[in-house]
């Protein structure tokens, strides 16, 4: 059986003008509902539950409503906005001009939202019940964080510093990754709040909103393979390349019952990059046979440090 190795292509600097000429209005239009549908969930969580429980949850939008405890008159959504400022510079030459465009777009609908149209509906009074304020809090912030994800995109802030110590670690999923750069935040919530439960209730929030990101986006799956039976292999294994960096292996197969020759690429995805791979296949042969399996550990260029004793 002949292999194919086919390495990583280097990073292109491709302009958002460009990406959206390339993939058509369909995939701009689809950025955009991902973004108003994410959106309006994050913001019911953090306006409707959080603000009103005396806990900070982590991120940026957490300090935003620390900030906002002492001068209620600053919004949370343009405190959001003037924070992520100095922290995307900081992070956009790491994370490319597309990644960065989608990212302002999502901030920019997510502080309307937040600012303009859900205080205009009444909040659910969390100094009741801050427990079960913290709950649905954390399962609207991984719904709706996880339905920003998925296209590629991220409310700013700490998404920021967490996809870009994603792009340097990939084999860390973003949960665990938001779960430790968030507790930094939650943690402020105990002076300001003069409360630990301040700190108790963000945990679990933060914890819940977490798992739930990694469930929707992933499944219970640590990493994936990706195994696709197609003429065009190469075709698939060269744009997901290009999207997602990820290397594949193409090989030579032949059918049993027909005898006929195809090829078959093999992919070990990081755990975001199973939605991006299945997009491209489905784009460049939507008859091609796809197998995803779990991979327990993945070791190599791009995911784990092979052991050294």
């Known amino acids: 059986m002949k292999k194919q190795k086919v390495q990583i292509a280097p990073r292109t600097k491709q302009s958002v003008i460009g990406y959206y000429k390339k993939y058509g209005w369909k995939v701009a239009a689809k950025d955009v509902l991902h973004d108003v549908i994410g959106s309006i969930l994050y913001a019911a969580d953090i306006y409707t539950f959080a603000a009103t429980a005396d806990f900070a949850p982590g991120g940026i939008t957490g300090v935003a409503m620390i900030i906002n405890h002492f001068f209620p008159f600053l919004r949370i959504g343009l405190l959001s906005l003037l924070i992520n400022v100095p922290v995307a510079i900081i992070c956009y030459r790491l994370l490319g001009r597309v990644f960065f465009f989608k990212s302002v777009k999502s901030m920019l609908i997510s502080a309307f939202f937040l600012d303009i149209v859900f205080p205009l509906i009444p909040q659910y009074n969390g100094a009741e019940n801050p427990l079960l304020a913290a709950l649905f809090a954390g399962a609207l912030s991984g719904i709706g964080l996880a339905i920003i994800y998925m296209p590629g995109s991220s409310t700013g802030g700490t998404d920021f510093v967490i996809m870009s110590i994603r792009k340097l670690r990939p084999h860390l999923s973003i949960g665990t990754i938001?779960?430790?750069?968030?507790?930094?935040?939650?943690?402020?919530?105990?002076?300001?709040?003069?409360?630990?439960?301040a700190v108790l209730y963000g945990v679990l929030m933060t914890i819940v909103s977490t798992t739930i990101i990694d469930k929707?986006?992933?499944?219970?799956?640590?990493?994936?393979?990706?195994?696709?039976?197609?003429?065009k292999a190469k075709e698939i294994a060269d744009a997901i390349m290009e999207e997602t960096e990820r290397g594949a292996t193409l090989a030579d197969v032949r059918g049993a019952y027909t005898g006929n020759p195809h090829q078959m690429m093999m992919c070990v995805c990081s755990k975001v990059e199973v939605f991006?791979?299945?997009?491209?296949?489905?784009r460049i042969d939507p008859g091609a046979i796809v197998m995803l399996t779990t991979v327990d550990e993945a070791y190599g260029e791009g995911f784990l440090e092979p052991d050294t004793d």
């Open 216 to 231: 929707l986006m992933y499944g219970t799956g640590t990493r994936r393979m990706l195994l696709v039976i197609s003429d």
């Open 276 to 282: 991006t791979s299945r997009r491209i296949i489905n």
């Open 178 to 197: 938001s779960l430790v750069v968030d507790g930094v935040v939650i943690l402020l919530g105990w002076p300001v709040f003069g409360d630990i439960n």
